[in-house]
């Protein structure tokens, strides 16, 4: 995924606020997840059009940490994500 690419929410989940987590069920698939941490920013960032870009400047400008590990975290969490087909 190109960093510039733009990012739309492709299925409307169930999502669960439980502790800090998000749970999430796909009812269509019958599975469920369990994002935590950062993940549920990123989430959060998702659910409006962005790119990968927007989301990895937003999260530099909140965290401390280095834009190569950002970027890494933040392109592994999307590609997780487009491979279960909630993204486009």
């Known amino acids: 995924m190109d960093k510039t690419a733009t990012i739309v929410m492709k299925k409307k989940l169930n999502v669960t606020d439980l502790a ?5 069920v796909d009812f269509e698939t019958g599975k469920y ?6 993940g549920n920013d ?6 409006e059009e962005t790119t990968p870009a927007r989301i990895i400047e937003q999260l530099l400008s909140e965290y401390e940490v280095t834009p190569e590990e950002c970027e890494r975290s933040v392109m592994e969490f ?11």
């Open 42 to 47: 990123i989430w959060d960032m998702l659910q």
């Open 20 to 24: 800090g987590e998000k749970v999430m």
């Open 78 to 88: 999307l590609s997780k994500m487009q491979e279960l087909k909630f993204i486009d």
């Open 33 to 38: 997840f369990l994002i935590k941490g950062v």
